[in-house]
């Protein structure tokens, strides 16, 4: 069965650190995509990032990057410099084309909130 | 333009009535999504639609109906609303590629009193 997983209900950074979210995923399908969304306060789903189960290189969009362990199936979010607004709840998200059909699913999220 | 608009945004009603909620995509995608998150922010997928085929029905009530007149369309009938069903209803679509994400709608946030 596909699943997702982040094992951290909640976390706290100061301003300008470093965080990383956890996600853990399991499939057995070889094709997949792995994806981080972010919902502040005001309820909307943003994209973040994404990275291909084939991507030899771990993806990476401005202070975002996805630290990739396909071996462990891991899939780790990583804010660099955080600032305020990345207070918000953080979902992963597994992709699968599984018998010509999409399936997304979701793990439970994590809420950050940014310390000043 | 809105990629995937949602209508209505908020939705109030009583028990036991029905309500739809309303979605379309401008982005030519082939598949179209309904996910529930409860209280606890926990998204769970109700169903999946692909070029108007229903593909995933998640256990979900038969109360829930989805209707998918057209590949850009996909819209969430429910039926005798219980309190339960209170939650944010948000619908998203996708291409067939897998290397691409899913857009969401900005959420229906359904209240049942």
């Known amino acids: 069965a596909q699943k997702i997983t982040q094992t951290q209900p909640g976390m706290f950074v100061q301003e300008k650190e470093a965080v990383t979210l956890d996600c853990t995923y399991d499939?057995?399908?070889?094709?997949?995509?792995l994806f981080w969304y972010k919902q502040p306060s005001s309820g909307e789903m943003i994209f973040l990032i994404y990275q291909g189960s084939y991507d030899q290189q771990n993806a990476t969009e401005g202070r975002y990057s996805l630290n990739f362990q396909k071996a462990r199936k891991s899939a780790n979010l990583v804010i660099s410099a955080s600032q305020l607004g990345d207070s918000a709840m953080y979902f992963c998200?597994?992709?699968?084309?599984?018998?010509?059909?999409?399936?997304?699913?979701f793990g439970t999220g994590t809420k950050l909130q940014v310390i000043p | 333009d809105t990629a995937v608009s949602q209508t209505p945004k908020y939705l109030v009603t009583q028990m036991g009535n029905d309500k739809s909620i309303k979605c379309e995509q401008n982005l030519g995608h082939d598949t179209m999504y309904w996910y529930k998150q409860d209280s606890k922010k926990f998204l769970k997928i109700m169903f999946s639609?692909?070029?108007?085929?229903?593909?995933i029905n998640e256990t979900v009530p038969n109360r829930f109906s989805p209707k998918s007149p057209d590949k850009a369309h996909l819209n969430l009938h429910i039926n005798s609303l219980e309190l339960g069903d209170s939650a944010v209803y948000f619908c998203a679509s996708s291409p067939r590629q897998v290397n691409t994400e899913a857009f969401f709608g900005q959420g229906t946030r359904l209240t049942v009193v």
């Open positions: 639609y692909n070029n108007k085929e229903l593909i």
């Open positions: 499939t057995s399908d070889p094709s997949y995509g």
């Open positions: 998200a597994m992709r699968l084309n599984s018998g010509g059909y999409q399936k997304v699913t």
